[in-house]
């Protein structure tokens, strides 16, 4: 299979993805009291906002090089 096929398939997917999230969320621990032995943590979730435009450049990027990959030439 060619490179550029390849990479129009994974952009393709990548911009589905991002219209159907939306954002990335993740989960970090955080140390809020350190008394020694005694130590309490706290789960704090934070997300990276993903615009709807990502997505759509991706899934229209994808689209255009398969077309273009495609092509004999």
Known sequence: MK????IAIILIALGIVAFAYQGITYTTRE??????PIQVTAEKSKTIPLPPIVGAIALVGGIV?????????
């Not at 090089?65 to 030439?73: A, H, I, M, N, T």
């Open 65 to 73: 090089l398969l077309v273009l990959g495609s092509r004999k030439g």
């Open 31 to 36: 140390k809020v009291v350190d008394l020694g």
């Open 3 to 6: 490179p550029k096929i390849i």
